[in-house]
């Protein structure tokens, strides 16, 4: 047997595992709920099936509401985060006064379980004894308690917050970790040419901050995309289906109306875009490699 031979068994040998995971947590998943999404299977013995009568079912106008909500959830609350997460980056990094103050308001989100933080926000919202609607009252900017999570035009924008703050920690950590990597001699050069603090933010630190942001911003995405438990927590999708998102749509349809078919149409669907995105992706990240190679 040659060198090279025995190299590239061993090499197969080493992958094996991660073959193996892959194939049994991911691939296996995958095909048997593209599989399930065309019958009708449910609590019932026997399934059918029914090819794309589950697709035709999801695309009417209440599931188109359901993705449109989606995407304004999703954007908004990556946005924000994004954009709260480079601004306190940018605080962490530079010799600011309170510095120290909000580099421990970061660490919260984190210490606190996500399930502890979620109702605890939750108790907040309430508008009898949260503590968001008590101050409010206090400074006399409303009259009388508001149920935040009781109305639509509230509770939507309070699962974005919620989702804003526990997501905060991960994006201004990660966007830190890539600002403190920029060579400190570029920032040396602009500021002994005369060079501001926010023009070398402009020219310095934002442009070579792009394919971090990329990142985060992906990464930020698919996670938010797919947040179950933020909403599910607080409103179940309620109220009147306001804050019903793509994923409590397919927990409703396939846990709690036990239509496992339908609902692994949903999750096909939610596979679908997650695949756009990370394509997308992947295209502009291959872009930017080739740009700096050239």
Excluded at 57 to 86: D, H, L, P, Q, Y
């Amino acid at each position: 047997m040659s060198v090279q031979r025995s190299t590239i068994i061993f090499a197969w040998i080493l992958l094996l595992p991660a073959v193996l995971y892959v194939t049994v947590i991911v691939a296996y998943p995958l095909v048997d709920t593209f599989i399930l999404s065309f019958t009708d299977a449910s609590l019932k013995k026997t399934t059918k099936w029914v090819g794309w009568a589950n697709y035709d079912k999801i695309f009417n106008e209440t599931f188109a509401e359901v993705i449109f909500r989606t995407f304004i959830w999703t954007f908004f609350s990556v946005s924000i985060k994004m954009i709260i997460g480079v601004f306190g980056a940018t605080m962490l990094n530079a010799a600011v006064p309170g510095r120290a103050l909000f580099r421990l308001l970061t660490m919260p989100p984190w210490i606190v379980p996500m399930a502890i933080g979620i109702f605890m926000w939750g108790w907040m919202y309430n508008g009898q004894f949260g503590m968001i609607s008590g101050v409010l009252q206090n400074w006399g900017l409303i009259d009388g308690p508001i149920a935040f999570l009781a109305r639509g035009e509230t509770a939507f924008w309070a699962t974005i917050v919620t989702d804003v703050w526990i997501g905060v920690p991960l994006v201004t950590l990660y966007m830190l970790a890539a600002m403190q990597a920029i060579p400190q001699d570029l920032y040396e050069a602009a500021w002994t040419d005369g060079a501001g603090r926010f023009y070398r933010f402009r020219r310095i630190t934002l442009p070579l901050l792009v394919p971090s942001l990329i990142t985060m911003s992906m990464l930020s995405l698919i996670a938010t995309f797919n947040s179950f438990d933020i909403i599910w927590i607080l409103t179940q999708g309620g109220p009147n289906g306001e804050t019903t998102t793509m994923i409590i749509d397919t927990y409703r349809t396939a846990i709690g109306s036990k239509k496992y078919g339908e609902g692994a149409a949903r999750a096909v669907l939610i596979c679908i875009f997650l695949s756009i995105f990370c394509f997308a992706y992947f295209r502009v990240t291959s872009r930017l490699s080739s740009g700096e190679q050239k």
